[in-house]
């Protein structure tokens, strides 16, 4: 599977963003996927993930209340909708998927993860 993620942006703290990460080449609900994050200098961290079949949801402390993690199968795409945005957001946004993950709760590891899209840039000024 190929991912492709898109919708970031440069915004004020405060506002919303919609990420968006599309897969061509087969069917993204055979997978479940995590989005991921990465400032300079500093490891990739975990930051939403779902499962399959949608009914999983894992979040980071750090976000809980203002992400929300989705899956439209019509699109063939997880989407990622981030409100209340803090400049501590600011960073490049990975997504990734795995077909063999059974608990999201237990795959926060980018290690977990089998394939990855390309980054898009979040920045949010203070």
């Known amino acids: 599977v190929q991912l492709q993620a898109s919708g970031g942006g440069l915004v004020q703290a405060g506002d919303s963003l919609r990420l968006s990460c599309a897969a061509s080449?087969?069917?993204?609900?055979?997978?479940?996927v995590g989005w991921f994050r990465q400032t300079p200098g500093k490891e990739r961290e975990f930051v939403a993930a779902?499962?399959?079949?949608?009914?999983?949801?894992d979040y980071a402390d750090s976000v809980k209340g203002r992400f929300t993690i989705s899956r439209d199968n019509a699109k063939n795409t997880v989407d990622m909708q981030m409100n209340s945005l803090k400049p501590e957001d600011t960073a490049v946004y990975f997504c990734?998927?795995?077909?063999?993950?059974?608990?999201?709760?237990?795959?926060?590891?980018?290690?977990?993860?089998?394939?990855w899209g390309q980054g898009t840039l979040v920045t949010v000024s203070s």
């Open positions: 990734a998927a795995d077909r063999t993950i059974l608990s999201v709760r237990a795959s926060i590891q980018p290690k977990d993860y089998d394939y």
């Open positions: 080449g087969r069917t993204i609900s055979s997978y479940a």
């Open positions: 779902i499962s399959r079949s949608g009914g999983g949801k």
